[in-house]
């Protein structure tokens, strides 16, 4: 037997606690991987992979009781841990407490837990290589998935960028992965860097295509971001300038011209303040301490008791209430109360700085690199596109993988456990 079959042999069957050390890590790193598929797509696939992940990762915390401590230190670990209890309290007190609880696992519960699964199977830097590797696929895949979707649409009605819903559903993972394509296309040289900021100004114009007003400026507010901590000035201003004399044209264009009809699109902006964001206001204000317990069926509840349905002009009532805040940050405030709301701004606030000193301290290598694609996802989705629309199972998986890569790039620079096992 040649010695890569016996390597193989002995991950499939170990004999001692080392080689099952080496098979546990194995098992977490490489379901990462498959995790990152997982995170926007193939709910049956990310069902599987969760209870895999889920069982080798308590064995290895069982068998590696320093990682679980080193877990504990962590600052993020315990601003999280403090957030996710300030929640879960909530679920006690929801009119419906076992579906609360059933809501709570499959949202912030597994954001929570990705973001102790990460650190625990990236453990070197080839192994945010091949995590780059996996983003780079799965968004070439879902890019394709989108563009098919685009051309059937053309097919059966004749027009472009109709179905809002269609195009909407895939801002989140243009949001996502767009910043990680840009660490590989700024490390590959020749040919392979080209092919790369192909695919990168491809998802630029996917994230057009969505006709999401609030992905947009969530997209420029993060790529103004990565050029300012890349220190490209030129290319900053350049943009910026582009984007004024944009706004100025646009300015000029009577209101029926394409780009203003483009604009127009989806949710008017008068619209979220009377139907979403003035109502939820409002009914805050009934339970501003605690809020009205957890769950996406306790909005509507609240809102028959609360609005005067005479008050939505031209809306039906049963449409409004199943909108829902249309704001991450009312939404938990709504439902768990200002200290919960305190408690993840206290998060956001500082997961924030430690990436920001992360990219710059490691400025030039992958680990600063990753540092900021993490840093530049996290401005994009919890920064500012949470302020303008809910974000639901599909929206909280991505901050536990985005808390778990910046938790593991600080055991990455400054190890204080072993290195992963080859």
């Not at 915390?61 to 679980?68: F, I, Q």
């Not at 179905?163 to 559903?169: A, D, Q, T, V, W």
């Amino acid at each position: 037997m040649n010695p890569r079959s016996r390597a193989w042999l002995a991950l499939l069957w170990p004999r001692d606690r080392e080689g099952l050390l080496r098979s546990l890590d194995f098992v977490l790193e490489f379901g990462v991987y498959l995790y990152v598929y997982a995170l926007f797509r193939a709910s049956t696939l990310r069902m599987a992979l969760t209870g895999i992940l889920l069982a080798a990762w308590l064995a290895r915390l069982a068998l590696g009781r320093e990682m679980a401590r080193q877990l504990g230190r962590e600052p993020i670990v315990r601003a999280l841990a403090v957030f996710l209890l300030f929640v879960l309290f909530s679920v006690f007190y929801s009119p419906q407490p076992w579906a609360a609880l059933l809501e709570f696992t499959t949202t912030l519960g597994t954001a929570g837990w990705l973001a102790l699964l990460i650190p625990c199977a990236l453990r070197d830097e080839r192994s945010l290589q091949r995590l780059l590797v996996a983003a780079l696929i799965t968004a070439l895949y879902l890019n394709y998935v989108q563009l098919k979707g685009i051309v059937n649409e053309y097919r059966e009605t004749g027009a472009l960028l109709t179905n809002i819903g269609l195009h909407r559903s895939h801002t989140l993972s243009l949001m996502f992965f767009l910043p990680f394509l840009l660490v590989l296309a700024e490390r590959a040289r020749g040919k392979r860097a080209w092919w790369l900021w192909v695919a990168v100004t491809l998802q630029f114009v996917l994230l057009l295509a969505t006709v999401g007003r609030a992905a947009l400026l969530a997209t420029v507010v993060a790529m103004t971001v990565w050029l300012g901590l890349r220190r490209q000035w030129r290319l900053l201003i350049a943009g910026g300038t582009a984007l004024a004399l944009a706004g100025m044209l646009l300015v000029g264009l009577p209101e029926s011209s394409a780009p203003w009809q483009y604009l127009q699109k989806g949710f008017s902006s008068g619209g979220r303040v009377a139907y979403t964001w003035g109502p939820t206001v409002y009914m805050i204000k009934q339970s501003p301490w605690l809020g009205h317990g957890y769950g996406s069926f306790v909005y509507p509840q609240v809102f028959s008791l609360y609005i005067d349905p005479n008050e939505l002009i031209d809306q039906s009532l049963q449409w409004v209430k199943g909108l829902g805040p249309h704001n991450y940050y009312l939404e938990i405030w709504f439902h768990a109360g200002l200290a919960a709301l305190a408690a993840m701004i206290w998060l956001f606030a500082h997961f924030t700085r430690l990436m920001v000193v992360r990219a710059l301290s490691a400025r030039g290598t992958l680990a600063g690199l990753m540092a900021l694609a993490v840093l530049c996802a996290f401005v994009a989705h919890y920064l500012v596109h949470a302020h303008f629309g809910p974000l639901g199972p599909t929206g909280l998986r991505p901050l536990g993988f985005l808390l778990g890569i910046g938790i593991a790039l600080g055991w990455i620079t400054y190890p204080t456990l072993p290195q992963a096992r080859s």
